[in-house]
Protein backbone atom coordinates (compact mmCIF):
# COMPACT_ATOMS: atom_id res chain seq x y z
CA UNK A 1 0.00 0.00 0.00
CA UNK A 2 1.30 3.37 -0.95
CA UNK A 3 1.48 6.30 1.12
CA UNK A 4 -0.98 9.22 1.42
CA UNK A 5 0.26 12.82 0.94
CA UNK A 6 0.99 13.96 4.23
CA UNK A 7 3.96 16.44 4.33
CA UNK A 8 5.34 19.00 2.29
CA UNK A 9 8.22 17.19 0.87
CA UNK A 10 4.78 14.89 -0.35
CA UNK A 11 3.79 18.37 -2.28
CA UNK A 12 7.13 18.58 -3.62
CA UNK A 13 7.36 15.07 -4.62
CA UNK A 14 4.09 15.04 -6.59
CA UNK A 15 4.43 18.53 -8.41
CA UNK A 16 7.92 18.00 -9.18
CA UNK A 17 6.49 14.75 -10.71
CA UNK A 18 3.94 15.76 -12.62
CA UNK A 19 5.99 18.60 -14.14
CA UNK A 20 8.44 16.52 -15.49
CA UNK A 21 5.52 14.22 -16.44
CA UNK A 22 3.61 16.99 -18.31
CA UNK A 23 6.84 18.29 -19.85
CA UNK A 24 7.20 15.49 -21.81
CA UNK A 25 3.98 15.70 -23.25
CA UNK A 26 3.58 16.53 -27.05
CA UNK A 27 0.49 18.82 -26.40
CA UNK A 28 1.44 20.65 -23.40
CA UNK A 29 4.79 20.31 -22.55
CA UNK A 30 5.35 22.98 -25.72
CA UNK A 31 2.90 25.36 -23.59
CA UNK A 32 4.65 25.48 -19.83
CA UNK A 33 8.32 25.50 -21.99
CA UNK A 34 7.25 29.08 -23.98
CA UNK A 35 5.26 30.76 -20.86
CA UNK A 36 7.94 29.20 -17.90
CA UNK A 37 11.31 29.22 -19.86
CA UNK A 38 13.64 30.59 -17.03
CA UNK A 39 10.99 30.53 -14.69
CA UNK A 40 10.71 27.01 -13.72
CA UNK A 41 12.14 27.49 -10.24
CA UNK A 42 9.68 30.47 -9.29
CA UNK A 43 7.12 28.43 -10.72
CA UNK A 44 7.56 25.56 -8.73
CA UNK A 45 8.43 27.06 -5.44
CA UNK A 46 4.37 28.52 -6.45
CA UNK A 47 2.83 25.62 -6.89
CA UNK A 48 4.46 24.07 -4.13
CA UNK A 49 2.45 26.57 -1.84
CA UNK A 50 -0.57 26.54 -4.10
CA UNK A 51 -1.25 22.53 -3.50
CA UNK A 52 0.05 22.61 0.02
CA UNK A 53 -2.84 25.24 1.08
CA UNK A 54 -5.10 23.13 -1.18
CA UNK A 55 -4.42 19.60 -0.18
CA UNK A 56 -3.18 19.91 3.48
CA UNK A 57 -4.96 23.02 3.99
CA UNK A 58 -2.26 24.95 5.14
CA UNK A 59 -2.17 28.72 4.06
CA UNK A 60 0.96 28.94 2.32
CA UNK A 61 -0.72 30.31 -0.94
CA UNK A 62 -1.92 33.95 -1.24
CA UNK A 63 -2.45 35.62 -5.17
CA UNK A 64 -5.09 34.90 -8.36
CA UNK A 65 -3.92 31.69 -9.90
CA UNK A 66 -6.31 32.35 -13.12
CA UNK A 67 -5.51 35.56 -15.23
CA UNK A 68 -1.64 34.59 -16.10
CA UNK A 69 -3.40 31.50 -17.77
CA UNK A 70 -5.88 34.03 -19.74
CA UNK A 71 -3.25 34.66 -22.50
CA UNK A 72 -1.89 31.13 -22.78
CA UNK A 73 -4.56 29.91 -25.53
CA UNK A 74 -5.98 26.66 -23.53
CA UNK A 75 -8.54 24.81 -24.53
CA UNK A 76 -10.99 21.88 -23.44
CA UNK A 77 -7.81 19.52 -25.09
CA UNK A 78 -5.47 21.16 -22.67
CA UNK A 79 -7.32 20.78 -19.55
CA UNK A 80 -7.87 17.80 -19.91
CA UNK A 81 -4.16 16.10 -21.10
CA UNK A 82 -2.81 18.10 -17.63
CA UNK A 83 -5.84 16.23 -15.58
CA UNK A 84 -5.09 12.88 -16.99
CA UNK A 85 -1.76 13.26 -16.25
CA UNK A 86 -2.24 15.08 -12.63
CA UNK A 87 -4.52 11.83 -11.59
CA UNK A 88 -1.88 9.61 -13.21
CA UNK A 89 1.20 11.17 -10.95
CA UNK A 90 -1.10 11.47 -7.70
CA UNK A 91 -1.85 7.62 -8.41
CA UNK A 92 1.35 6.51 -9.17
CA UNK A 93 2.56 8.00 -5.72
CA UNK A 94 -0.03 8.38 -2.95
CA UNK A 95 -2.81 6.82 -1.98
CA UNK A 96 -5.31 7.80 1.02
CA UNK A 97 -7.75 10.62 1.37
CA UNK A 98 -5.51 13.36 0.84
CA UNK A 99 -4.90 11.96 -2.57
CA UNK A 100 -8.07 11.41 -3.34
CA UNK A 101 -8.94 15.00 -2.98
CA UNK A 102 -5.66 16.50 -4.99
CA UNK A 103 -7.07 14.93 -7.69
CA UNK A 104 -10.86 16.16 -6.49
CA UNK A 105 -9.52 19.29 -6.76
CA UNK A 106 -7.83 19.33 -9.22
CA UNK A 107 -10.93 17.94 -11.48
CA UNK A 108 -12.47 21.31 -9.98
CA UNK A 109 -9.98 23.69 -10.57
CA UNK A 110 -9.03 22.38 -14.25
CA UNK A 111 -13.16 23.14 -14.60
CA UNK A 112 -13.28 26.09 -12.85
CA UNK A 113 -9.62 27.47 -14.93
CA UNK A 114 -11.96 26.50 -17.86
CA UNK A 115 -14.53 27.98 -17.61
CA UNK A 116 -13.09 31.71 -16.69
CA UNK A 117 -10.75 31.22 -19.68
CA UNK A 118 -13.46 30.55 -21.75
CA UNK A 119 -15.76 33.51 -20.63
CA UNK A 120 -13.13 36.10 -20.68
CA UNK A 121 -11.98 35.43 -24.24
CA UNK A 122 -15.91 36.31 -25.10
Known amino acids: MKKD ?22 QIGPVFEKYLAGHWDEHLEKLYRFWQTIIL ?16 LLDDKHFGIWLEIWNST ?10 DRAKLRGRTMSEAFLKKIKKSSV
Not at 5 to 26: C, G, P, Q
Not at 64 to 69: E, F, L, R, Y
Open 5 to 26: IETFDDIKMLVDTFYNNARKDA
Open 57 to 72: KQMAYYGKPIPVHFKM
Open 90 to 99: VTSLYEGPLA
